[in-house]
């Protein structure tokens, strides 16, 4: 799959991100995120931000998706989508990125701003994951 920008293999894994993006737990930030990683053998694992009232007890909905792929046995990824509010898409923290960067040296992510109101996306940008992370700390430094 190509995966530029307006590929249309995107669109399950944007419904995907959209729909855990509902069931996020935000009261503090009111920022619901929605993250979807598309895995080796097809399948979508998806993931929702989870706050918490002492709140580095946070975790972001990207880091979610992929532990999400992890505990059910998948480690392969090969795209990623994030959903935000809008207007401008959001990007992934730094730490997320370096959690994806664990499995996956690169990685292309769309990152996607939802209108709520209207129930539509309102901008897409195309960004991967080593241009968003680069000279990453990868596992290859410390693993045979
Ligand atoms: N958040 C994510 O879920 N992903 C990111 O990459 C950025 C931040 C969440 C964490 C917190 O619940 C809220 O957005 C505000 O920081």
Known sequence: MAFDENDPAWAPLIAA?????ARAY????NYLVGAAVLCDDGSIASGCNVENASYGGTICAERNAVWHAVATGRRRFSACV???RGPAPGAPCGMCRQVLVEFEADLPILLVAWDDAAGRELARRHASLSGL????????ALLP
């Open 82 to 84: 994030v959903v935000t």
């Open 26 to 29: 935000a009261p503090y930030s």
């Open 133 to 140: 992370l680069p000279e990453a700390f990868r596992p290859s």
């Open 17 to 21: 991100a959209v729909a855990v993006r």
